[in-house]
């Protein structure tokens, strides 16, 4: 999450500086048709070079804003892919939270019979012993 943070940040930097200079690039270009200017071939060359700069520039802030578009979608399905995890682990600790409880209710249930059979055991070897003192002449 930090890494995504952190390259969105260096791509919205890269956008916004590319935005300042498209739009410095734009400033100098009016400046440029407000004054007089006496076209030569050589102005003429820098003009064209001026522009080709300026759709390069213009290419690149939508290049950069195209890949801000697409790692911002990447990073929406990254949540919601974390999301739908978050919610399949949530439901797996509640069936295993279930099976513990149902667990412990065996065992409390086996303990139960145990105890009851070793009553009656002990139930039965008391009623025994009672049997035999009755039977033996005094």
């Not at 399949?88 to 086996?110: C, F, G, P, T, V």
Request: aromatic share 4%; net charge positive; glycine share 2%.
């Amino acid at each position: 999450n930090k890494v995504q943070r952190s390259l969105m940040y260096k791509i919205n930097t890269k956008v916004d500086s590319l935005g300042q200079q498209f739009t410095s690039h734009l400033k100098n270009a009016q400046q440029q048709q407000q004054q007089p200017q006496h076209i030569t071939g050589a102005d003429s060359q820098h003009q064209a070079a001026y522009v080709a700069r300026e759709v390069k520039i213009k290419s690149r802030i939508d290049d950069m804003r195209s890949m801000l578009d697409d790692a911002q979608a990447r990073l929406r399905a990254k949540e919601e892919e974390v999301g739908k995890l978050k919610g399949h682990a949530y439901s797996l600790m509640q069936q295993l939270k279930r099976a513990r409880d149902e667990r412990e209710e065996i065992r409390n249930a086996k303990d139960k019979q145990r105890n009851e059979l070793l009553l009656l055991r002990a139930e039965r070897h008391y009623a025994k012993q009672q049997q035999q003192q009755q039977q033996q002449p005094m």
